[in-house]
């Protein structure tokens, strides 16, 4: 059994990637090649953003947009404590202090009133300039925007929307990597629309950010690539992975979301009274990048995950210490809140197989080990 099963994508639409791929090696295009124009086109009118800029990676897509809103010594940027470290990497890597904000038990998502305590204490220690809001949409669920932008607009802060595992998402009809001022997510080939390497992008409706992204990915050019106007770095999208990435769009917006979607409602009509299952609010929509279930304990979640390992099931720890306590960030003021929450979801949190392609009798073996694990 796969956690998330590629290779049975992969069969599945064989015929329109090899073609897609073929044509690629054919017209030998291999950077900046007509597929990534048409696929940043393809993403900004699902979205229903005005832009869409490819780059690299989801972590070069964050540091982009940094670079956009001028983030650097100085800046406090706010973090949810539970999440990957490139969400915290990235500012400060900018030379930004991120400020860590705790989560939402049942959603995993940043917590509003964590973030609030979190800007007025900055505000009022005086030794940094809130800035950003990183609001992460965590596990394939939009973060709590409605209330997230009412905070950035009263203390005057951006979003900046950190899609990596949100593309699909939406709220009522609103798709996620369109909440922040500026948007990103990756391509990594575990997420919601994955390719078959590194890719990324960011998402914006401000015309000048677009064109300072543009160039900024490609050395800070100007006119053309050797009419450098500013420092920039590399970070193109390969023509080869645009061109999967066309034929996986495609795919995921005809079937596999609606798909994934059935494997998680499947998941938590059947394990709904034997652990805590993630709670979807109303007028949300996930795309299901993971399904995380909560056990009692540390004890019972690592003893559930060695069972089902014996049996064969894969299952994943997201994530395993917060961002708080990692060694990287020990030396920087990050932590100005309770953060107990994520402590607590670290030790707890187990993610189960998912993906579109699921089959019922799979599931239905993942379901029943769990059953079988916690009666004993």
Known sequence: MQFRDLQKQYQTLKPEIDQAISQVLTAGTFISGQQVTELEAQLAA???????????????????ALMVLQIGPGDAVFVPDFTFFASGETPAYEGAVP????????TFNMSPNSLEQAIRKVKKEGKLIPKVIIAVDLFGQPANYPEIRKIADQYGLLILEDGAQGFGGRIGEQKACSFGDIST?????????????????????????????????VH??????????????????????????????????????????????????????????????????????????LLENEEKRNGLQAHLKEQGIPSMIYYPKPMSQQTAFQDMDCVKVDLSVTKNLCRRVLALPLHPYMEEAEQDRVIAEIQRFLKG
């Open 185 to 217: 997510t990756s391509f990594f080939p575990a997420k919601p629309l994955g390719c078959y390497g590194d890719g990324g992008a960011i998402f914006t409706d401000h015309e000048d950010w677009a064109s300072l992204l543009r160039s900024y990915r």
């Open 99 to 106: 400020i860590f904000v705790d989560v939402e038990e049942e």
């Open 46 to 64: 699902y979205t229903g953003a005005k832009h869409c800029i490819t780059c690299a990676n989801g972590t070069d897509a964050l540091t982009l």
């Open 220 to 293: 800070g050019k100007g006119t053309d690539k050797y009419d450098n106007v500013r420092i920039g770095v590399n970070s193109r999208l390969d023509t080869l992975q645009a061109a999967v990435l066309q034929v996986k769009l495609k795919a995921f917006q005809e079937y596999e979301l609606e798909a994934v979607n059935r494997v998680a409602e499947r998941y938590a009509h059947k394990l709904k009274d034997l652990v805590r299952i993630p709670r979807v609010p109303q007028n949300f929509y996930s795309s299901w990048a993971q399904y995380s279930i």
